[in-house]
């Protein structure tokens, strides 16, 4: 027990040492209870800091990023339009070179027909022509055919009269052994031959 006055003594500073120690910024820190970030007293620091990063990042959107973007999108959004509308002319010109085509698809065959129909009529006109004249050769070949033919009928209708006469003449001299005269052998044969027609 002798020994407590001395500890009772020493314990008031002993107390006051201890709770200086445990008034470090780090201890007043644990005994608040929570992050460094919640502490009202360096809040001051930290918006300065938000604010001076919040500008930076603004700076850094509004005039670097942003501008990209903006330009980016401007020459896709350019390209895209253009590319549109050449593929609009493209599509027109050949819509309207199928129409020229398809004209003069049907301009050709306008012209085939109208050339085969001429050439038809052509031909159907020269084989007429050829036919009329080769039946103009035709029947004059017959014409000449006949009139030869009449002459040598007549002809020989004239040698007729005289081969009957001395036909006549040589079968009754035969037969009665006399001979006829002509004029006589010319009167049998008109008789006979009247006769017989």
Do not use: C
Not at 21 to 33: F, R, Y
Not at 37 to 48: E, H, L, M, N, P
Not at 162 to 191: C, F, N, Q, W, Y
Request: glycine content about 4%; cysteine-free; hydrophobic content about 50%.
């Amino acid at each position: 027990m002798a020994s407590s006055p001395s500890t009772d003594a020493a314990s008031p500073a002993y107390q006051d040492g201890q709770h200086a120690m445990t008034t470090t910024p780090d201890a007043h820190a644990e005994q608040a209870g929570g992050l460094p970030q919640f502490d009202t007293s360096v809040w001051a620091g930290q918006i300065v800091y938000l604010l001076f990063l919040f500008v930076v990042l603004y700076l850094l959107i509004a005039k670097v990023f942003a501008p990209r973007l903006r330009k980016v999108m401007d020459e896709r959004a350019t390209t895209i339009s253009s590319a549109v509308a050449t593929a609009r002319q493209v599509q027109a010109e050949a819509a309207e070179q199928a129409a020229v085509a398809k004209a003069e698809v049907e301009q050709a065959r306008a012209t085939s027909r109208a050339t085969a129909l001429a050439a038809r009529t052509r031909v159907t006109d020269e084989a007429n022509a050829r036919a009329a004249a080769e039946e103009v050769i035709v029947n004059a070949r017959i014409a000449e055919a006949e009139s030869a033919i009449g002459k040598t009928r007549d002809a020989a209708m004239v040698h007729v009269g005289t081969i009957a006469s001395d036909t006549v003449v040589s079968i009754v001299d035969r037969l009665t052994g006399k001979t006829p005269t002509d004029a006589e052998a010319a009167a049998a044969v008109t008789s006979a031959s009247g006769g017989a027609a």
